[in-house]
């Protein structure tokens, strides 16, 4: 029930494509949704964040969908950039918790 | 300096060796953590230190021993580590401990030899 599973473990895009990462989850009592976005030689970085109260939210290029009866969450990049290549990694934790449960992540190549 | 600095990058050191990875957060935030991160595994919570206080400990080997003297730094000493003990050690820290927004070092690459 602690887990996240995450898929892709890797895509491959050609620049101005839709990147999709998707993410599931068993536990209902989780509440915060981010996604950390970890260049090569550097430590994971917040990326964007959802709480359940919204379906969707978007910061720029970047958007995450949520649906709650399915216990989803996506990522979408849009117009993806050389620059996007990186590993992503969704995240779950429930509210009153420092535990902050992670998917493996997906390695994200995005081609000129 | 901003951010989280990590100290080493790089570490290799063999079975009996003792070392110390530090982390130095100058965010004003009040909770630190260590992460570890294998290659197609999640993140592995270690420690979370909230106040410099120990308030989690995630069954973690005692061979891995964590030290907060202040809420700006800490440290993960190390003792007759296993080769499976190789991977990027990472630090963070968070505005509280009940807030999930982590701010993460560029970590220690540990390789026990």
């Known amino acids: 029930q602690q887990q996240v599973k995450q898929s892709p473990q890797s895509l491959i895009v050609q620049k101005g494509g839709i990147s999709i990462i998707n993410c599931a989850y068993e536990?209902?009592?989780?509440?915060?949704f981010p996604w950390y976005q970890q260049f090569p030689g550097k430590g994971p970085a917040l990326l964007i964040a959802?709480?359940?109260?919204?379906s969707e939210k978007k910061e720029g290029r970047f958007t995450i969908s949520f649906n709650k009866s399915a216990k989803q969450f996506s990522l979408h990049i849009m117009d993806s950039q050389p620059g996007d290549s990186a590993t992503y990694f969704c995240?779950?934790?429930?509210?009153?918790?420092?535990?902050?449960?992670f998917g493996k992540g997906t390695k994200l190549t995005v081609n000129p | 300096e901003t951010g989280v600095t990590q100290t080493p990058r790089h570490l290799v050191m063999g079975m009996t060796n003792k070392k110390s990875l530090k982390c130095e957060q100058h965010?004003?935030?009040?909770?630190m953590y260590w992460y570890k991160q294998s290659a197609k595994k999640p993140l592995e919570l270690m420690f979370v230190y909230s106040l410099e206080e120990r308030v989690e400990n995630n069954s973690v080997p005692s061979r891995f021993s964590p030290e907060c003297p202040n809420s700006s730094h800490l440290f993960l000493h190390l003792h007759t580590l296993q080769p499976e003990d190789s991977a990027l050690y990472l630090c963070a820290s968070s505005q509280t401990v009940l807030n999930s927004a982590l701010h993460f070092g560029n970590g220690t690459r540990l390789t026990v030899t």
């Open positions: 995240a779950a934790s429930r509210m009153g918790s420092e535990k902050l449960v």
């Open positions: 536990n209902t009592a989780f509440d915060y």
């Open positions: 959802i709480r359940p109260d919204v």
């Open positions: 965010l004003g935030h009040n909770a």
